[in-house]
């Protein structure tokens, strides 16, 4: 099921779920479905069964008569990783920076701006004086219920469900804070793009592969937990031409992996907390020196696209 937050035509706001190119909108569906994401995730196993009783439902807005918004507009946190090798090794080499050895024992990540949520077609705007805006091209999943000190091997249910993630960066800013080791700030604080939808966890098992060595050819290592992989296609594409194209299978650390780092030291992962799964390689500007497109500037359209999920769609301004 792909699950969407949207404003209907009395500018309120609504969550549903796609059918095609329309959407069911669960009030009206049902009365006792709730109307706001983070309630409907806090409680999806009892709203599921209301949904499943409710057999066949029509539509009750085509795409084009509402606004999609974020699908989660407010998480509860917002851990972000650093996932792919391969840009670790791009983005390490731009910022002339080397791996530290501690990358390749355990998943690193930070804590993003969990209040500075944008969704698909909103307009994201520089800051100011920046002069190398970035984009981030990310896969994210959601976290469907408590736990804590969760293993990998028992994570995989906590998931409720996946969307693309546009982890934007202010390059300029971030170099100048970088150089301060405490991780990044006001670099990455103004604006994280999620959407079009949160696709639930069952729905993209369909891409789920068994663990392939092969996947990782030089310069890429082989990672020391052999978990699974989703088998899913992600590229960007800025004013119509494509600057990424790879696969979220190439990821050093799966999110299972993510949510035991995460769980460790009795810390609880709460239902509507978002994990990031760390940048594609190649999949941010950096990572060539902005040598295949120049920074972002106002006008610019970027679009992430994630095989199973859809397109976030956003506009520099």
């Known amino acids: 099921m792909?699950?969407?937050?949207?404003?209907?035509?009395?500018?309120?706001?609504?969550?549903?779920?796609?059918?095609?190119d329309a959407i069911v909108d669960m009030q009206l569906a049902s009365p006792a479905l709730p109307t706001d994401m983070l309630t409907f995730i806090d409680h999806h196993e009892q709203y599921f069964?209301?949904?499943?009783?409710?057999?066949?439902?029509?539509?009750?807005?085509?795409?084009?008569?509402?606004?999609l918004l974020a699908p989660l507009p407010n998480p509860r946190s917002f851990r972000d990783y650093i996932g792919f090798e391969m840009h670790m090794q791009n983005a390490s080499r731009s910022f002339?920076?080397?791996?530290?050895?501690?990358?390749?024992?355990?998943?690193?990540?930070?804590?993003?701006?969990?209040?500075?949520?944008?969704?698909?077609?909103?307009?994201i705007q520089r800051p100011a004086k920046e002069t190398k805006l970035d984009i981030e091209l990310e896969m994210a999943c959601?976290?469907?219920k408590k736990g804590k000190d969760l293993k990998a091997s028992e994570a995989?249910?906590?998931?409720?469900?996946?969307?693309?993630?546009?982890?934007?960066?202010?390059?300029?800013?971030q170099k100048v804070e970088m150089e301060i080791p405490l991780g990044p700030h006001k670099g990455k604080d103004f604006a994280n793009a999620i959407g079009p939808c949160i696709v639930t966890s069952d729905e993209m098992e369909q891409y789920r592969i068994p663990f392939d060595e092969t996947v990782f050819t030089d310069p890429i290592s082989i990672p020391k937990v052999a978990g699974d992989r989703l088998n899913v296609r992600m590229t960007s594409r800025i004013n119509g031409q494509t600057v990424c194209d790879g696969n979220y299978k190439t990821v050093y650390y799966n999110f299972e992996q993510m949510i035991e780092r995460a769980s460790e030291?009795?810390?609880?992962?709460?239902?509507?907390?978002?994990l990031g799964s760390g940048t594609l390689g190649w999949g941010?500007?950096?990572?060539?020196?902005?040598?295949?497109?120049?920074?972002?500037?106002?006008?610019?359209?970027?679009?992430?696209?994630i095989e199973g999920i859809g397109i976030l769609r956003n506009r520099v301004v």
Do not use: C
């Open 96 to 123: 002339g920076h080397k791996i530290g050895p501690a990358w390749y024992d355990m998943p690193i990540f930070y804590f993003t701006n969990h209040q500075s949520i944008y969704g698909p077609e909103d307009d």
């Open 156 to 173: 995989r249910p906590y998931i409720f469900g996946y969307t693309i993630f546009n982890d934007w960066t202010a390059r300029a800013i």
């Open 265 to 274: 030291n009795n810390v609880t992962l709460m239902p509507g907390d978002i």
């Open 2 to 20: 792909k699950l969407v937050t949207f404003l209907n035509k009395e500018k309120e706001s609504r969550i549903g779920w796609l059918v095609a």
């Open 49 to 67: 069964e209301i949904i499943k009783a409710l057999g066949e439902v029509e539509p009750h807005y085509s795409l084009s008569e509402v606004k």
């Open 142 to 144: 959601i976290i469907g």
């Open 284 to 305: 941010s500007l950096i990572e060539n020196t902005f040598s295949v497109h120049r920074p972002l500037e106002p006008g610019d359209v970027v679009e992430l696209e």
